[in-house]
Every structure is written in structure tokens, then in C-alpha cells.
Antibody, heavy 120, light 106 residues
Framework: EVQLVESGGGLVQPGGSLRLSCAASGFTFTSYSMNWVRQAPGKGLEWVSYISSSSSNIYYADSVKGRFTISRDNAKNSLYVQMNSLRAEDTAVYYC?????????????WGQGTLVTVSS | DIQMTQSPSTLSASVGDRVTITCRASQSISSWLAWYQQKPGKAPKLLIYKASSLESGVPSRFSGSGSGTEFTLTISSLQPDDFATYYCQQYHSYWTFGQGTKVEIK
């Protein structure tokens, strides 16, 4: 059974940093691209970042470019996002989502999400 | 950037109704479109990919159609479990979601 479990969310002050993790199991992690998608409270879904299976291709939404860094450790079946210079508008539930193949790909499995709150 | 526009934003319907949700892309995305269902407090769930391909395990009352810039998601006979918010997503050029359509009980 495919499982994606996010962790690392919490309350952080504006300008602060946070690192989210996503532990994957139940599939061959090295064969799939991965993504971060966020959802602000009461709002819709926003794609944040993509990383290919080998980490050779990485993309970011304009809203986080230069502040967020996506990475993966295929030996640990884990996906990460380092979030710096956080703003109030980054407050959201952050989901990791598996890409069905490499680019372009829809998202076939999602984690349960982890809440990030940016507030003083 | 490709913009995705869904209509309506909210839809009130009864059990057994046929429901149609429309999604329009700001430029052609061929058939690179997916549909997701999301219930409150839960992660999105994939329903349809490549505009009309039904994800394994998804009931056959869900169907998708369209290509280019106009797409539809149809639920042939609405069931109690279907009251949720639905999102379209283009994956032709990066990824963009529609703003969502909430299907409510009439």
C-alpha cells in the first residue's frame, strides 16, 4: 500500500525557517517524481514544487522561488522542502504528492498533510 | 502561466442527480487534465487523468471529457459520498489547479 506521511509542520514567526519531510513507503521511491502542494485555510490547491526521480529536474512556483528548496534522499525514501524567509501567506497545509511517472504527470497519491502557520 | 477556471464555484444537487462541472484552460493543454475530489480535512483523491481516464477503484458514475481548452467532469447519479469539493488540474506546463467546485446537498 502506498503511503506518504508528512511531518515537520508547526508555528513559525515571519522571516523564520522550517523543514518539512515526507516519508514514502509501499512503492519504489526511486522511480517516481514527487511534489509539494499547499492549501491555505479555506482556499484551493496550489502546486509549490516538483522534483524528478533522480533529482535532475526541479521546478518551483513563482510564489516560493528563491525561498524554498526541494530535495529528496532516495536511500531514505524521503522527500523534503526547506522553507526560508517565511511569510504569513505561506500559512497552509502542505501535502506531498507522488507524480505518476516523470514530467508531465498528474498526482496519484497524496499524504495527509502537515500544517504550517506563519505568525508572530 | 496557464490559468484554469472552473464553473460553477458551488453547486446544489440532490442524491440521484446528474452533475456536470466545467473546467476551462487559458490555452490549449491537449488532454493533460486531471480531476480530484477533496472532502473536508482530507487530502485530495485522484478521480480522472488524461481528461477521460478513470483512476482504478473510482466508481464508474464519474466520467471526464474534453480536450484543448474545455473539459467536463460528470457524475451520472450523485451519491451521498460524492458531496465534496472537486478540482481540475492541468499538467501540460507545470501544474495549475482550478479554484474548486463545492457540491452541496440541495
Amino acid at each position: 500500500e502506498v503511503q506518504l506521511v508528512e511531518s515537520g509542520g508547526g508555528l513559525v514567526q515571519p522571516g523564520g525557517s522550517l523543514r518539512l519531510s515526507c516519508a514514502a513507503s509501499g512503492f519504489t521511491f526511486t522511480s517516481y517524481s514527487m511534489n509539494w502542494v499547499r492549501q491555505a485555510p479555506g482556499k484551493g490547491l496550489e502546486w509549490v514544487s516538483y522534483i524528478s526521480s533522480s533529482s535532475s529536474n526541479i521546478y518551483y512556483a513563482d510564489s516560493v522561488k528563491g525561498r524554498f528548496t526541494i530535495s529528496r534522499d532516495n536511500a531514505k525514501n524521503s522527500l523534503y522542502v526547506q522553507m526560508n524567509s517565511l511569510r504569513a501567506e505561506d500559512t497552509a497545509v502542505y501535502y506531498c504528492a507522488r507524480g505518476n511517472g516523470d514530467y508531465p504527470s498528474f498526482f496519484d497519491y497524496w499524504g495527509q498533510g502537515t500544517l504550517v502557520t506563519v505568525s508572530s | 502561466d496557464i490559468q484554469m477556471t472552473q464553473s460553477p464555484s458551488t453547486l446544489s444537487a440532490s442524491v440521484g442527480d446528474r452533475v456536470t462541472i466545467t473546467c476551462r484552460a487559458s490555452q490549449s493543454i491537449s488532454s493533460w487534465l486531471a480531476w480530484y475530489q477533496q472532502k473536508p480535512g482530507k487530502a485530495p483523491k485522484l478521480l480522472i487523468y488524461k481528461a477521460s481516464s478513470l483512476e482504478s477503484g473510482v466508481p464508474s458514475r464519474f466520467s471526464g471529457s474534453g480536450s484543448g481548452t474545455e473539459f467536463t467532469l460528470t457524475i451520472s447519479s450523485l451519491q451521498p459520498d460524492d458531496f465534496a469539493t472537486y478540482y481540475c488540474q492541468q499538467y501540460h506546463s507545470y501544474w495549475t489547479f482550478g479554484q474548486g467546485t463545492k457540491v452541496e446537498i440541495k
